[in-house]
C-alpha cells in the first residue's frame, strides 16, 4: 500500500466510519445556530485530521490504531444502579465542596450540587450556559484559532453540548472547591464522552478547582476526549488539578488549554493513576508580564498501561516564570511519554523556566520516552530542564533495611516518598487527599 | 556475645579480608584503627548485611536469646531487629521520607519482632525529641526528609541518634568521627557514652586517635591487609597515632 492509500484507509477506519451515527442524536436536538455551526466544523476538521498514527510527530510513542478500529456508540445517559451512584456520591462528592458530576458525559443534576451561587460566581451546566452566556463562552474561545485546533479538540468541539461553564467575578475568592466529577461506565458496547470546563477567572480574582474523571469499573470501554479552557484576566490565580483514574480498557485524550494574562497565576497538578492509553495536553500560553505558571503532575501506572503527558508553555512576554515538576512510578509492562515544549518568543526576555520530569522504575518491562522540547528565541533568559529515569536506589534500601525495615516495606516507603514529593504540591488538603486516594490503589500494587 | 571467626569476603573479584578473628563481650568496647584500605568499613559493612560484598569463608557468631547463630545467613532486617547497629560512614540522603516517619517505621519493625506493641504516634513524638535533644538537634529536623540537606556534622549525629532510639545490643561504628569538628565530635562521643552499658557492646572503627580519647575502647584492634595484625589495651592507639603503621604491616 502507498502511504496515500493508508492514510485513506485509516480515514475509513471503523471509529470514523462510526462518527455519523455519534453525532447523530446530537443533530437531533435543538441548540443554538452558532453551536450548530461550531460543531459542523469542528467535525469537518476532525474528519481532515483523522486519529493520528506515530507517522505524526506528535504522535510518535502513542499509538492509538486500536481506538481507530473501535466502534463507539452515542453514550447512554446515566446506567448507574442506585447503589453505584451512592458510591459515586461517598467517594467523590464532599458536602463541603461545589459539585458538578457527570455520569456518563451528562450532567447529573441529582447528584451535583452547586451550592448557593452568588452573582458574582457562575457555576452553571453548558448546556445552559451555550444558551445564556454565549458571548462568555465565544470569548474564551476567540484566544485560539480553530483551524489550528488538534484533531481531539476538534472532535470534542463537534459534540459541545454538556459541562461546565464556571465565571468568579472581578475581586472575589472563591473559598469552597470546586470538583467536577466525571464518572463512565459501561457494561457493554464502547461508549464516548466530550466534556467541556469552560473557566473565567476574573481580575484578582482566585479559585480552586479540581476535576476528577474516573472509570467505575476497571472492565468500562470508554473513550474519554475532555476539553478544558481556562481564562486568567490580570492578577487572577487559578488552582487547577486534574485527576485520573480510568478504567483499565478506557482510552483518555484530553487537553487543557490555559491563557494567562498579567500577573495571574496558574497552579496546575495532574495526576494519571489509570487508563489503557492517557494522552494530556497542557498548553498554557502566557501572555502577560509577571504571570506565573506552576505545572505539576504525577503518574502512577502498571500493567500494560500508557501514559503520554504533553505539556507546552508558551512565553510571549517579557519578565514570567514557569515551574514544571512531572514525576512518574511504572511497574510491570507499563509505559509513558514526557514532552514539555517550552517557547521563549523573542520578545520574552527576563523569562524563567524549569522543567524537570523524574521516573521510577519498577516494573522489568517498562519503558519511558522523556523529550525536553525548547525553543528559545530571546537572549537573556534562565532556562533549565532535566530528566531521569532510574530504579530504587539499592543505597537508601540498605539504609532502611540496616534500621530493621523489611525489604518490601522499604520499597514502599521510598516510592510513596517520591511521589509524595510532588504530591505536597497541592496545598489544599481536601485536593491532595482526593488526590492521594485514587493514586493509592496503583502504589499498592507493590505489596504484592 | 559477637564473634567473628575466620572472616573471609571479597567485593568484584577483590580479596578484602583474609581472615579476621574478634571476639566481643557484652560491656566492652573494641576499637579497629588501621590506614586506608586495610577493609575496615568493609568489615563493618559485612556485619550489616551490605549486599555488594561476598563472604567466602568463616563465619559471623551472634548470641540471640542464649543461642549462638550465625549472622550470614540473615537478612539486613533482621540483623537489625536483633539488634545490631551500623552508625554509616556515609549516612544515605532519603528525598521524601521523613525523619519521623522513616523512624517511627524503624521502631515499630523492632517492636514488632520483639512481640511488644507499637509506640502510638503522639508517643513516639515525644519520645524522638528526647533523643534528638540527647544529641543536640534541632527539633526542626523531624519533620525533615532524613538526611536531606544535613550538614556533615548533623548527619553523623543524626546516626546516634537513632542509634539512641533503637538502643542496639551491638553497635558497629564506622567512622562516625571523620570530618567532625571538635563540638560535634564531643556531642557525638557524650551520646555513645550515655547509651553504653553492661549489657550492650560496641565496636568503634576510626581512623584517628583522637575519637578514642572521648569514647574510651577496653581493646585496640589494628587492621592491615584486610588481617588483624595486634591488638591489645587502649596504649595501642596513642603508639599508632605516633608511629604510623608501617611498622606494623612490615611484620
Given at each position: 500500500?502507498?502511504?496515500?492509500?493508508?492514510?485513506?484507509?485509516?480515514?475509513?477506519?471503523?471509529?470514523?466510519?462510526?462518527?455519523?451515527?455519534?453525532?447523530?442524536?446530537?443533530?437531533?436536538?435543538?441548540?443554538?445556530?452558532?453551536?450548530?455551526?461550531?460543531?459542523?466544523?469542528?467535525?469537518?476538521?476532525?474528519?481532515?485530521?483523522?486519529?493520528?498514527?506515530?507517522?505524526?510527530?506528535?504522535?510518535?510513542?502513542?499509538?492509538?490504531?486500536?481506538?481507530?478500529?473501535?466502534?463507539?456508540?452515542?453514550?447512554?445517559?446515566?446506567?448507574?444502579?442506585?447503589?453505584?451512584?451512592?458510591?459515586?456520591?461517598?467517594?467523590?462528592?464532599?458536602?463541603?465542596?461545589?459539585?458538578?458530576?457527570?455520569?456518563?458525559?451528562?450532567?447529573?443534576?441529582?447528584?451535583?450540587?452547586?451550592?448557593?451561587?452568588?452573582?458574582?460566581?457562575?457555576?452553571?451546566?453548558?448546556?445552559?450556559?451555550?444558551?445564556?452566556?454565549?458571548?462568555?463562552?465565544?470569548?474564551?474561545?476567540?484566544?485560539?484559532?480553530?483551524?489550528?485546533?488538534?484533531?481531539?479538540?476538534?472532535?470534542?468541539?463537534?459534540?459541545?453540548?454538556?459541562?461546565?461553564?464556571?465565571?468568579?467575578?472581578?475581586?472575589?475568592?472563591?473559598?469552597?472547591?470546586?470538583?467536577?466529577?466525571?464518572?463512565?461506565?459501561?457494561?457493554?458496547?464502547?461508549?464516548?464522552?466530550?466534556?467541556?470546563?469552560?473557566?473565567?477567572?476574573?481580575?484578582?480574582?482566585?479559585?480552586?478547582?479540581?476535576?476528577?474523571?474516573?472509570?467505575?469499573?476497571?472492565?468500562?470501554?470508554?473513550?474519554?476526549?475532555?476539553?478544558?479552557?481556562?481564562?486568567?484576566?490580570?492578577?487572577?490565580?487559578?488552582?487547577?488539578?486534574?485527576?485520573?483514574?480510568?478504567?483499565?480498557?478506557?482510552?483518555?485524550?484530553?487537553?487543557?488549554?490555559?491563557?494567562?494574562?498579567?500577573?495571574?497565576?496558574?497552579?496546575?497538578?495532574?495526576?494519571?493513576?489509570?487508563?489503557?492509553?492517557?494522552?494530556?495536553?497542557?498548553?498554557?500560553?502566557?501572555?502577560?508580564?509577571?504571570?506565573?505558571?506552576?505545572?505539576?503532575?504525577?503518574?502512577?501506572?502498571?500493567?500494560?498501561?500508557?501514559?503520554?503527558?504533553?505539556?507546552?508553555?508558551?512565553?510571549?512576554?517579557?519578565?514570567?516564570?514557569?515551574?514544571?515538576?512531572?514525576?512518574?512510578?511504572?511497574?510491570?509492562?507499563?509505559?509513558?511519554?514526557?514532552?514539555?515544549?517550552?517557547?521563549?518568543?523573542?520578545?520574552?526576555?527576563?523569562?524563567?523556566?524549569?522543567?524537570?520530569?523524574?521516573?521510577?522504575?519498577?516494573?522489568?518491562?517498562?519503558?519511558?520516552?522523556?523529550?525536553?522540547?525548547?525553543?528559545?528565541?530571546?537572549?537573556?533568559?534562565?532556562?533549565?530542564?532535566?530528566?531521569?529515569?532510574?530504579?530504587?536506589?539499592?543505597?537508601?534500601?540498605?539504609?532502611?533495611?540496616?534500621?530493621?525495615?523489611?525489604?518490601?516495606?522499604?520499597?514502599?516507603?521510598?516510592?510513596?516518598?517520591?511521589?509524595?514529593?510532588?504530591?505536597?504540591?497541592?496545598?489544599?488538603?481536601?485536593?491532595?487527599?482526593?488526590?492521594?486516594?485514587?493514586?493509592?490503589?496503583?502504589?499498592?500494587?507493590?505489596?504484592? | 556475645?559477637?564473634?567473628?571467626?575466620?572472616?573471609?569476603?571479597?567485593?568484584?573479584?577483590?580479596?578484602?579480608?583474609?581472615?579476621?578473628?574478634?571476639?566481643?563481650?557484652?560491656?566492652?568496647?573494641?576499637?579497629?584503627?588501621?590506614?586506608?584500605?586495610?577493609?575496615?568499613?568493609?568489615?563493618?559493612?559485612?556485619?550489616?548485611?551490605?549486599?555488594?560484598?561476598?563472604?567466602?569463608?568463616?563465619?559471623?557468631?551472634?548470641?540471640?536469646?542464649?543461642?549462638?547463630?550465625?549472622?550470614?545467613?540473615?537478612?539486613?532486617?533482621?540483623?537489625?531487629?536483633?539488634?545490631?547497629?551500623?552508625?554509616?560512614?556515609?549516612?544515605?540522603?532519603?528525598?521524601?521520607?521523613?525523619?519521623?516517619?522513616?523512624?517511627?517505621?524503624?521502631?515499630?519493625?523492632?517492636?514488632?519482632?520483639?512481640?511488644?506493641?507499637?509506640?502510638?504516634?503522639?508517643?513516639?513524638?515525644?519520645?524522638?525529641?528526647?533523643?534528638?535533644?540527647?544529641?543536640?538537634?534541632?527539633?526542626?529536623?523531624?519533620?525533615?526528609?532524613?538526611?536531606?540537606?544535613?550538614?556533615?556534622?548533623?548527619?553523623?549525629?543524626?546516626?546516634?541518634?537513632?542509634?539512641?532510639?533503637?538502643?542496639?545490643?551491638?553497635?558497629?561504628?564506622?567512622?562516625?568521627?571523620?570530618?567532625?569538628?571538635?563540638?560535634?565530635?564531643?556531642?557525638?562521643?557524650?551520646?555513645?557514652?550515655?547509651?553504653?552499658?553492661?549489657?550492650?557492646?560496641?565496636?568503634?572503627?576510626?581512623?584517628?586517635?583522637?575519637?578514642?580519647?572521648y569514647i574510651i575502647p577496653d581493646f585496640v584492634h589494628i587492621l592491615v591487609d584486610g588481617r588483624i595484625v595486634k591488638s591489645s589495651g587502649r596504649d595501642l592507639a596513642l603508639e599508632?597515632?605516633?608511629?604510623?603503621?608501617?611498622?606494623?604491616?612490615?611484620?
Amino acid at each position: 500500500m502507498t502511504n496515500a492509500m493508508i492514510a485513506q484507509a485509516e480515514k475509513n477506519s471503523p471509529f470514523m466510519e462510526q462518527l455519523d451515527a455519534l453525532i447523530g442524536a446530537l443533530r437531533k436536538e435543538k441548540s443554538p445556530d452558532w453551536i450548530i455551526q461550531l460543531r459542523e466544523e469542528g467535525v469537518v476538521r476532525f474528519r481532515k485530521l483523522g486519529i493520528p498514527t506515530t507517522k505524526d510527530e506528535e504522535w510518535k510513542y502513542t499509538n492509538l490504531s486500536a481506538l481507530a478500529a473501535s466502534r463507539c456508540s452515542p453514550a447512554v445517559k446515566s446506567t448507574l444502579s442506585p447503589a453505584q451512584r451512592k458510591d459515586v456520591l461517598a467517594r467523590y462528592c464532599s458536602k463541603a465542596d461545589v459539585n458538578i458530576v457527570f455520569i456518563n458525559g451528562a450532567f447529573d443534576k441529582e447528584l451535583s450540587n452547586l451550592g448557593k451561587i452568588s452573582g458574582s460566581i457562575e457555576i452553571i451546566p453548558l448546556r445552559d450556559a451555550l444558551t445564556n452566556n454565549a458571548a462568555a463562552v465565544q470569548e474564551i474561545w476567540a484566544h485560539y484559532d480553530p483551524q489550528q485546533d488538534s484533531a481531539f479538540v476538534a472532535l470534542n468541539k463537534a459534540f459541545t453540548q454538556e459541562g461546565t461553564y464556571i465565571h468568579i467575578g472581578d475581586k472575589i475568592i472563591a473559598n469552597q472547591l470546586i470538583h467536577i466529577v466525571h464518572v463512565t461506565h459501561s457494561d457493554g458496547e464502547a461508549i464516548a464522552t466530550f466534556p467541556h470546563t469552560f473557566i473565567c477567572l476574573g481580575k484578582s480574582s482566585e479559585a480552586s478547582i479540581l476535576e476528577t474523571h474516573v472509570g467505575l469499573s476497571d472492565e468500562s470501554v470508554y473513550l474519554a476526549d475532555p476539553l478544558t479552557d481556562a481564562l486568567l484576566e490580570e492578577n487572577a490565580t487559578l488552582h487547577y488539578s486534574k485527576a485520573q483514574k480510568e478504567s483499565l480498557k478506557a482510552y483518555h485524550v484530553g487537553t487543557t488549554r490555559v491563557w494567562q494574562k498579567r500577573d495571574s497565576t496558574f497552579n496546575g497538578f495532574s495526576l494519571v493513576a489509570g487508563a489503557s492509553i492517557t494522552r494530556n495536553n497542557l498548553d498554557i500560553v502566557i501572555n502577560g508580564e509577571g504571570a506565573a505558571a506552576f505545572l505539576n503532575g504525577l503518574y502512577s501506572v502498571y500493567k500494560d498501561q500508557h501514559v503520554d503527558n504533553h505539556t507546552s508553555v508558551d512565553h510571549r512576554v517579557p519578565n514570567a516564570t514557569s515551574n514544571q515538576l512531572y514525576k512518574g512510578v511504572l511497574n510491570d509492562a507499563a509505559r509513558a511519554v514526557f514532552n514539555g515544549k517550552i517557547f521563549v518568543r523573542a520578545i520574552a526576555q527576563q523569562t524563567n523556566s524549569y522543567q524537570l520530569n523524574k521516573n521510577l522504575l519498577l516494573g522489568k518491562e517498562c519503558r519511558v520516552d522523556t523529550k525536553p522540547q525548547l525553543e528559545i528565541f530571546a537572549d537573556d533568559v534562565k532556562c533549565t530542564h532535566g530528566a531521569t529515569i532510574g530504579q530504587l536506589n539499592e543505597d537508601e534500601i540498605f539504609y532502611l533495611q540496616a534500621r530493621g525495615i523489611p525489604r518490601n516495606i522499604a520499597t514502599r516507603l521510598l516510592t510513596q516518598g517520591f511521589v509524595d514529593d510532588v504530591l505536597n504540591r497541592l496545598t489544599r488538603d481536601s485536593v491532595r487527599q482526593q488526590v492521594a486516594q485514587l493514586v493509592a490503589p496503583s502504589l499498592k500494587v507493590l505489596e504484592g | 556475645m559477637f564473634e567473628i571467626k575466620n572472616l573471609h569476603a571479597k567485593i568484584n573479584d577483590t580479596e578484602i579480608l583474609r581472615g579476621i578473628n574478634l571476639k566481643i563481650n557484652a560491656g566492652e568496647v573494641h576499637a579497629i584503627m588501621g590506614p586506608n584500605g586495610s577493609g575496615k568499613s568493609t568489615l563493618a559493612k559485612i556485619i550489616a548485611g551490605h549486599p555488594d560484598y561476598e563472604v567466602t569463608e568463616g563465619e559471623i557468631l551472634y548470641e540471640v536469646n542464649f543461642k549462638k547463630i550465625n549472622i550470614l545467613e540473615m537478612e539486613p532486617e533482621e540483623r537489625a531487629q536483633e539488634g545490631i547497629f551500623l552508625a554509616f560512614q556515609y549516612p544515605v540522603e532519603i528525598p521524601g521520607v521523613s525523619m519521623s516517619a522513616f523512624l517511627r517505621a524503624s521502631f515499630n519493625a523492632l517492636c514488632r519482632h520483639q512481640g511488644a506493641e507499637e509506640m502510638d504516634p503522639m508517643d513516639f513524638d515525644v519520645f524522638l525529641r528526647k533523643k534528638m535533644k540527647l544529641l543536640e538537634m534541632d527539633e526542626k529536623f523531624i519533620n525533615r526528609p532524613v538526611n536531606v540537606d544535613f550538614s556533615g556534622g548533623e548527619k553523623k549525629r543524626n546516626e546516634i541518634m537513632q542509634m539512641a532510639v533503637l538502643n542496639p545490643r551491638l553497635a558497629v561504628l564506622d567512622e562516625t568521627d571523620s570530618g567532625l569538628d571538635i563540638d560535634s565530635m564531643r556531642i557525638v562521643a557524650d551520646g555513645v557514652n550515655k547509651l553504653k552499658s553492661k549489657n550492650n557492646a560496641m565496636l568503634v572503627i576510626t581512623h584517628y586517635q583522637r575519637l578514642l580519647n572521648y569514647i574510651i575502647p577496653d581493646f585496640v584492634h589494628i587492621l592491615v591487609d584486610g588481617r588483624i595484625v595486634k591488638s591489645s589495651g587502649r596504649d595501642l592507639a596513642l603508639e599508632v597515632e605516633d608511629k604510623g603503621y608501617d611498622w606494623l604491616s612490615k611484620k
